[in-house]
């Protein structure tokens, strides 16, 4: 393919002397019945989501939790459901299956495998930008550095190992957690504007998982 433009790969040490930036927009804290019934009518609407999820960490070895946090970003609206509390309600599992909603993140089969440990859903319209980035010439993986390379600014990863089960979310939680599936709902549409690369069909992006009681 021609030259896309942007960097093929960026050293952890360079993106130091990137500028620092986060999600600046508004952030939904999902943690009860009554909120969640508000806000997925408002996603289903929605074509395209930056996906995250996040764990609280384990410190023992061998031994992973339970995913506390999914985030579903929009440009300027980040939504962070605390399925610690309120597990994945069917409406949810059903955004997670819908082939005409494009949920985009990084390494997101491992996040679709244990979040599948949970409720059982047929992932459809996921797009791993950590694949789709090759299409661009883009060698490098990880959040960070793709940020860095198609966005051009750093983000931070302070907060990554820190207790997603907490009573309370911090701020610098929040933000954190808000900013990584921002980042990827940037990231794809940027890679997708403008160019003439087709944007792949995310219902056949749904290969490689076995269907619901297969696995």
């Not at 999902?30 to 384990?58: A, Y």
């Not at 819908?98 to 440990?117: C, Q, S, W, Y």
């Not at 490098?140 to 907060?159: C, E, N, V």
Request: aromatic fraction near 10%; glycine fraction near 6%; include cysteine.
């Amino acid at each position: 393919m021609e030259n896309s433009g942007y960097l093929e790969n960026i050293a952890v040490e360079e993106i130091q002397n990137y500028e620092l930036s986060w999600f600046k927009g508004e952030i939904v804290i999902v943690d009860d019945i009554k909120t969640f019934g508000k806000v997925i009518p408002l996603l289903m609407k929605e074509r395209l989501l930056g996906f995250d999820t996040e764990t609280r960490p384990s410190f023992r070895k061998g031994h992973k939790n339970k995913v506390s946090l999914i985030q579903l970003a929009t440009r300027n609206k980040a939504y962070l459901f605390r399925i610690n509390r309120i597990d994945i309600p069917p409406e949810l599992a059903r955004l997670l299956a819908n082939p005409e909603i494009t949920k985009a993140g990084v390494a997101v089969h491992d996040d679709i495998k244990f979040l599948r440990n949970i409720r059982k859903f047929n992932p459809e319209g996921f797009i791993d930008l950590q694949n789709f980035v090759r299409n661009f010439g883009i060698q490098s993986s990880g959040l960070k550095k793709l940020t860095a390379i198609i966005l051009g600014f750093r983000i931070s990863k302070r907060q990554q190992v820190t207790d997603w089960e907490a009573e309370v979310l911090s701020e610098p939680q929040q933000v954190y957690a808000a900013t990584d599936a921002w980042v990827c709902y940037e990231i794809y549409k940027k890679l997708t504007k403008n160019n003439n690369y087709p944007v792949p069909d995310p219902r056949r992006s749904g290969a490689g998982f076995p269907p619901e009681g297969k696995e």
